[in-house]
């Protein structure tokens, strides 16, 4: 029996990333062939869920995915990782996709479309059960761009904080959009 020091949520974006290298990013009205095309299952809360996991951290993700081909994909990943998969809502949107452009000198511009993870939802009872047995919980700062404004993610971490979880959230990419939340996680 394998016995976990630290047993981790995750609440992140589920994406299918489809990475085009090009030699330059096109403007409007422009076309340009790629020379390379990669298909990644990613988003940060997979990404993280992924590499705790490999880690060997006993770890729980709670996201959404589209009710389609790319979101059993993405879940099937997920659990091919060990990652716990119980609280992933397949829901009738389509399933978050990144399209990234890359340059030779590594340089990217992403258009995403966020799909089933700005649609997430989980109860009051759904948290609970989630956070049953774990003794940390990461927070996607990309969650705040959900339709919810990010209340869930706030009611996340309210929870896990007065469970006594630790709790993290990467900012990265909307701490200068939201002043308002990061202010609120702060305290």
Known sequence: MVVYRMKVVVFGDLNVDLLLRVDFIPTAD??????ELRIRHGG?????????????????LLG????D????????????????????????VPTGIMVIFVVPSGARSIIGFRGANAKVNLSDHEIS??????NHIHLSGYMSLNDDGGQLLLNLARKAKARGLSVSIDLEGIATQKKSLVKEFRG
């Open 30 to 35: 422009i076309a340009v062939s790629a020379k």
């Open 44 to 60: 940060v809360g997979g990404n993280i869920a992924v590499a705790l996991s490999r880690l060997g951290l006993k770890v729980r």
């Open 64 to 67: 959404a995915v589209g009710a």
């Open 69 to 92: 081909i790319f979101g059993n994909q993405v879940v099937d990943e997920l659990k091919n990782e060990g990652v716990d998969i119980a609280f992933i809502k397949h829901i009738n």
């Open 129 to 134: 059960k989630a956070l049953e047995g774990f």
